[in-house]
C-alpha cells in the first residue's frame, strides 16, 4: 500500500521568501507529525495532528511556523520568512491515532534557505 | 526536559560482528519506545518498538533490543552483522500515553565493512 508521501522533496528558497511543504499521509491514519531533522541530529517534534486540530505543537520553533490539516488528511506546513537556520529536512508521520501504534515517515522536503 | 542518548555516533564493525548500540532515555512516567533505521538514500523505517510486556522486543532482520526500566535504557542489539546492515539508526520513545511526538536520539551511524 502507499506509504506517506511529502512534496516537494526538494526545495530552495531565498531568505524571507514564503514556503508550503506538503504532506499526505497514509490512508486511514488520524494523526500527523511534523519533524525536522538538522545535519547530524534526529529529528524534532514540530507539531502533531489528530484530526484536523493541532493536538500539541509545542515544537514550533517561532510564530513564522504554521500547520494545517483542513480536511483531516493531507497537511501543509508553511514557513513565512524564511530564515537561512531553517534549512533542514522537514519529515511527516502519520499513525492510525494517539498510543495507537507506530508512526510511520515520508521521504522528507529537503529545504534550503540561501 | 525529554531526552534520549545514544552513545555512539559512529561505529565500524566487520561483517558477523556482533552490535550493540546503546540508547538511555530521560522521563519519569511510562514510555513507549523505538529503534528506527535510515538506509543511504532511504527515509526512517521502523525497525522494532517496545510497548509493553515482554521486555525483550525483536524486530525485523534480526535485531533486537531490550528495554530495562531500572537503567532507563533500551540497547538495540544483533548478533552477527551484514554489509547490508550499514545505516544510520535512530533511538527514538514517547509519552505512555501516545498523544506526543517522538523524541529522538541524534543517531548512530553504523558501518560495515565486507
Known amino acids: 500500500g502507499a506509504g506517506v508521501s511529502q512534496t516537494p522533496s526538494n526545495k530552495v528558497t531565498e531568505k524571507g521568501k514564503y514556503v508550503e511543504l506538503r504532506c499526505d499521509p497514509i490512508?486511514?491514519?488520524?494523526?500527523l507529525y511534523w519533524y525536522r531533522q538538522s545535519l547530524g541530529q534526529g529529528p524534532e517534534f514540530l507539531i502533531y495532528?489528530?484530526?484536523?486540530?493541532?493536538?500539541?505543537d509545542s515544537g514550533l520553533p517561532n510564530d513564522r511556523f504554521f500547520a494545517v490539516r483542513p480536511e483531516g488528511s493531507v497537511s501543509t506546513l508553511k514557513i513565512q520568512r524564511t530564515e537561512r537556520g531553517d534549512s533542514a529536512v522537514y519529515l511527516c508521520?502519520?499513525?492510525?491515532?494517539?498510543?495507537?501504534?507506530?508512526?510511520?515517515f515520508g521521504p522528507g522536503t529537503r529545504l534550503l534557505v540561501l | 526536559a525529554q531526552s534520549v542518548s545514544q552513545h555512539n555516533h559512529h561505529v565500524i564493525l566487520s561483517e558477523a560482528a556482533s552490535l550493540e548500540l546503546g540508547c538511555n532515555y530521560s522521563?519519569?512516567?511510562?514510555?513507549?519506545l523505538f529503534w528506527y533505521v535510515q538506509y543511504p538514500g532511504q527515509h526512517l523505517q521502523l525497525l522494532l518498538k517496545?510497548?509493553?510486556?515482554?521486555?525483550l522486543v525483536k524486530g525485523i532482520k534480526g535485531f533486537e533490543a531490550e528495554f530495562i526500566k531500572s537503567k532507563f535504557s533500551f540497547n538495540l542489539r544483533k548478533p552477527s552483522v551484514q554489509w547490508s546492515d550499514t545505516a544510520e539508526y535512530f533511538c527514538?520513545?514517547?509519552?505512555?500515553?501516545?498523544?506526543?511526538?517522538?523524541?529522538f536520539g541524534k543517531g548512530t551511524h553504523l558501518i560495515i565493512q565486507p
Open positions: 490512508s486511514g491514519h488520524t494523526a
Open positions: 522521563y519519569g512516567g511510562t514510555v513507549n
Open positions: 517496545y510497548f509493553s510486556g515482554d521486555p
Open positions: 495532528f489528530q484530526g484536523t486540530g493541532a493536538a500539541d
Open positions: 527514538a520513545f514517547h509519552s505512555g500515553g501516545g498523544a506526543d511526538g517522538l523524541t
Open positions: 508521520a502519520s499513525s492510525l491515532g494517539p498510543g495507537a501504534g507506530s508512526q510511520y
